[in-house]
């Protein structure tokens, strides 16, 4: 079982930036795949970034490329969202993920386990 808890959302202006983190409960955070999502208001979930269990593979949505990085400490637990140059379509709750499988990792079935959500709001 892996408990995850997600902080660092907030109001910031268009062009700010924000850096998300996930905390993960257990010692076998590096047996897990972490994966970002948002889900906007009435619309699905959405893929936004990925990264394997060791940290050496990387995975983002087009919308997001060249703007937003994932990063993880596996001695730490944590993994990490930083988003720059944020734009007001990026108004989301986010949410991280952990699943044990080390493909497939833009979609939702990879994970196994969800947090509750952090709130990131861009103003124009």
């Known amino acids: 079982q892996v408990q995850l808890v997600e902080s660092g959302g907030g109001l910031v202006q268009a062009g700010g930036s924000l850096r998300l983190s996930c905390a993960a409960s257990?010692?076998?955070?590096?047996?897990?795949?972490m994966g970002w999502f948002r889900q906007a208001p009435g619309k699905e979930r959405e893929f936004v970034a990925a990264i394997s269990r060791s940290g050496g593979s990387t995975y983002y949505a087009d919308p997001v490329k060249g703007r937003f990085t994932i990063s993880r400490d596996n001695a730490k637990n944590t993994v990490y969202l930083q988003m720059n140059s944020l734009k007001p379509e990026d108004t989301a709750v986010y949410y991280c993920?952990?699943?044990?499988?080390?493909?497939?990792?833009?979609?939702?079935?990879?994970?196994?386990?969800w947090g509750q959500g952090t709130q990131v709001t861009v103003s124009s």
């Open positions: 993920a952990a699943g044990t499988v080390n493909y497939g990792l833009q979609y939702k079935f990879a994970y196994d386990y």
């Open positions: 257990g010692r076998t955070f590096s047996s897990y795949a």
